[in-house]
């Protein structure tokens, strides 16, 4: 084929390889003539040529001296109106020369001879190495490419197939067929070819650590779409156009201020842009519930009637007079007085006195709605005032879930157990609570996870507590505190009957021509069945008798009248529970009843000491904080100093001394049982007992004095009970007689002292 003059095809951006094919599509001129004389000549052969420099083609200088012979295998035209021709590479071939005639570039080409040498036998093992390793990484290449590798015989054929499917750029391609050596052109294609595969690698590995996480979000797509494809057949939700819908159309009746309900509009934008696979879709959609069902300016009109107020505080609490008529007046100044800087309502008192119902009864009398929130046990400030929203599983504070809960901006806001909070690395959640309660802050209330500004001035919170001790001090000052005390029992017994029996035999649908329930048989069940200070425990077993008059009535079918007195209580509500009388039988040496006030109100507190011979320690169990320990050791010097007064030989106070108080586990403090731990001591150390039904309180310093102690009323009501028909108490404690109820005043004969030695008069030289 030397010399032979054949059309040159220049092609910009396709090479062509020996022993491949490529197809081509053409309109243009310059091709078309030189494809057109090739196609007419007998064997179709042409050169293909790609220009050096790829964009640039100004004469036969831009031309290499190689190229690829090539035969037109097809050639038709296309309805576009093109020309489509399938060429044939054949091999390469060197131009002698390039001329221009006829419109296109000609060549005169001749052949390429090359020796055949060691080396490339060792290239084509080599570059079958490398292709072994290349095809392993590729999974998907094609089978034809692969099963022309077993027609392949020489180096340069192998070069030549490697070189049309290795995806490489243009640049190289063109830079392979120019290579004529077979070892230069493997040389090239190894180095590219591992080059390629430390690509393959990299790119396996972003594969598929994409694919993981593509796998997770998917499949929570799925879930989720799976989810709302349930939801939408069973009608729980429309698509989220609806959804947004809705959320616009619930924006547009919300009374919110502007500024809040641009917030809202944003939100919604934000939550019609996100993917619905997004997690940030749930976030945002709980934060928009949360913002629409606030009741933004939603205010009930307040009962101004105080009469009324009155009537209804009347009918649902018995008794309690003093605290009503606190509760009215402090209604009364804040109604006229309007007065923002007027304190909290702090009711305070033992479980079951009636705070809550109490507090209830404030809001139902006003026309108010209800929140109610217990801080027992909080020791984090985000539990009063939210997480930010960036925390995973955020939520508003308490206080904004219960104004939800109560669907205005004005309920009655009753916060539990506000004794109860503590104080730890969180926060102090009695700080935020302070300004939630802060009429002149709380305007302005922010919730961190609501951002906005929510008014809480027309609320009206009231606090309940167990101890006041225990109210954190910055919070104590801003409460206006009303104190509820124990009940007695004939207190106990009215509550009872007018308020518990008829309440409970509504509730089981009884009535009273149905059951009656004997004033004494009342009275037993408070004494027998339950011990506490309110009538909590009370309610509930009138309620369990009336279950089991009810359950009665169905089985045995017939309309009976119920007589209840007190012999029939064991057949309904079982064995009593408690004696009432607690105090023993017998007098003993060395035990004597102190007087304690404990989270179920007022009760005796036995002290029991005795000794041994020792060297003259005192040990003290039963659960004694710091206090009370000292209150023994004031006792105990107290009396080895005053041995002589009190006619006690000095030798006894060489023996070991144990001071018990019973219950244990119970944990006990206070400096109130000083006398009865001095009287305990001499009584043993005289070898003198003391009346059971005697019972005392009072503080002693270590000159004898006793001073005056707290809870009066509570720890008679207690002593009563148990029994106790004496009481010694200090002087200064004189004035709280008048809380003691009549009745108690009648059965108990009280002694009030200023120094030990009137108790020592009283108790042992009688
Ligand atoms: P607290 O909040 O002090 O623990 P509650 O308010 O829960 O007590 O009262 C317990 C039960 O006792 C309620 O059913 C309440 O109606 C009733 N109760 C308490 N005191 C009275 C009272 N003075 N008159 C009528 N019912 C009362």
């Not at 997690?279 to 300016?297: C, F, I, Q, S, T």
């Not at 009109?301 to 105080?306: G, S």
């Not at 910055?474 to 207190?491: A, F, G």
């Not at 036995?606 to 004694?624: H, N, R």
Request: charged share 30%.
């Amino acid at each position: 084929m030397n010399n032979q003059k054949l059309a040159v095809l220049v092609l910009n951006d396709v090479v062509v390889f020996p022993n491949n094919e490529v197809r081509i599509e053409y309109n243009d001129s310059f091709e078309k003539a030189s494809i057109d004389y090739a196609d007419s000549t007998e064997d179709k052969y042409l050169i293909i040529v790609n220009p050096i420099d790829s964009n640039y083609v100004v004469d036969v200088t831009s031309l290499p001296s190689f190229g690829v012979l090539g035969q037109i295998k097809l050639k038709l035209t296309v309805p576009n109106g093109k020309t489509r021709v399938v060429i044939e590479g054949i091999r390469r071939v060197e131009v002698a020369n390039y001329f221009y005639q006829d419109d296109f570039y000609q060549a005169n080409i001749k052949d390429i001879f090359m020796e055949s040498n060691d080396d490339e036998k060792n290239y084509y093992n080599l570059l079958m190495k490398s292709l072994d390793k290349y095809i392993e990484k590729t999974p998907y290449m094609s089978n034809a490419i692969i099963s022309q590798l077993d027609t392949v015989e020489t180096l340069d054929e192998l070069c030549d197939l490697i070189g049309s499917f290795l995806p490489v750029d243009y640049e190289k391609k063109k830079q392979y067929v120019l290579t004529v050596s077979p070892v230069e052109r493997a040389h090239l294609l190894i180095e590219d070819m591992n080059e390629e595969l430390k690509f393959l690698e990299l790119e396996r590995k972003i594969e598929s650590e994409v694919e993981q996480e593509i796998e997770e979000s998917q499949k929570e797509y799925f879930l989720r779409e799976k989810l709302r494809a349930i939801k939408r057949e069973l009608g729980d939700i429309n698509s989220k156009e609806d959804e947004v819908e809705s959320l616009k159309k619930r924006l547009s009746k919300l009374k919110c201020n502007y500024k809040v309900k641009e917030k809202i509009r944003n939100e919604i934008s934000r939550y019609e842009a996100i993917g619905s696979h997004s997690p940030e879709l749930g976030m945002v959609r709980d934060y928009l519930d949360w913002m629409l069902h606030l009741p933004w300016n939603i205010y009930t009109k307040d009962t101004n009637d105080l009469v009324k107020v009155e009537s209804i505080l009347n009918t649902s609490h018995h008794a309690l007079e003093e605290v009503k008529s606190r509760i009215l007046e402090y209604l009364a100044v804040k109604q006229n007085t309007n007065n923002l800087r007027s304190p909290i309502l702090c009711l305070v008192g033992p479980p079951g006195v009636g705070k809550t119902s109490l507090a209830l009864s404030i809001a139902n009398s006003l026309g108010r709605q209800v929140a109610k929130i217990s801080v027992g046990g909080i020791n984090d400030e985000a539990e009063i005032v939210g997480h930010r929203r960036t925390y995973v599983g955020a939520n508003p504070g308490r206080i904004i879930q219960g104004i939800r809960k109560a669907g205005t901006a004005n309920p009655v806001f009753i916060i539990d157990e506000i004794d109860k909070m503590t104080k730890d690395i969180k926060g102090d959640p009695a700080s935020s609570l302070l300004e939630v309660l802060d009429p002149e802050q709380n305007s302005k209330f922010s919730d961190h996870y609501i951002e906005e500004e929510f008014d809480l001035s027309k609320v009206l919170f009231i606090a309940t507590a167990n101890y006041i001790e225990q109210i954190p001090y910055e919070l104590r000052d801003r409460l206006e505190i009303i104190e509820l005390t124990s009940y007695t029992e004939y207190e106990k017994l009215d509550i009872a009957k007018n308020h518990l029996i008829p309440r409970a035999l509504e509730e089981h649908g009884l009535t009273s021509l149905q059951v009656q329930v004997d004033d004494d048989a009342i009275l037993a069940i408070i004494r027998y069945y339950t011990k506490e200070a309110g009538v909590r425990e009370l309610d509930r077993m009138i309620a369990s008798l009336f279950r089991k008059i009810v359950k009665k009535t169905l089985l045995e079918k017939e309309q009976v009248f119920y007589h209840i007195k007190e012999n029939d209580l064991e057949t309904f509500l079982g064995k009593r529970k408690f004696s009432y009388e607690t105090t023993g039988k017998k007098n003993e040496v060395g035990v004597v009843n102190g007087m304690a006030y404990t989270a179920f109100g007022g009760d005796i507190l036995p002290i029991e000491v005795t000794m041994f011979p020792g060297k003259g320690e005192l040990i003290l169990t039963g659960s004694l904080g710091e206090v009370m320990q000292e209150s023994c050791q004031i006792a105990f010097s107290y009396i080895k100093a005053n041995a002589v007064f009190f006619a006690i030989d000095d030798a006894i106070f060489k023996n070991d001394i144990h001071i018990h108080f019973p219950e244990g586990a119970v944990n006990k403090d206070g400096p109130s049982a000083g006398i009865a731990i001095t009287t305990a001591l001499i009584s043993l150390f005289k070898n003198q007992a003391i009346a059971n039904n005697v019972a005392m309180t009072g503080e002693i310093t270590l000159r004898g004095r006793v001073l005056e102690i707290g809870g009066l009323r509570e720890k008679v009501i207690g002593a009563h009970r148990a029994g106790i028909r004496k009481i010694i108490l200090p002087k200064e404690n004189k004035k709280d007689l008048e809380e003691i109820p009549d009745e108690l005043k009648k059965e108990i004969k009280f002694t009030f002292v200023e120094n030990y030695d009137e108790v020592y008069q009283k108790l042992f030289k009688c």
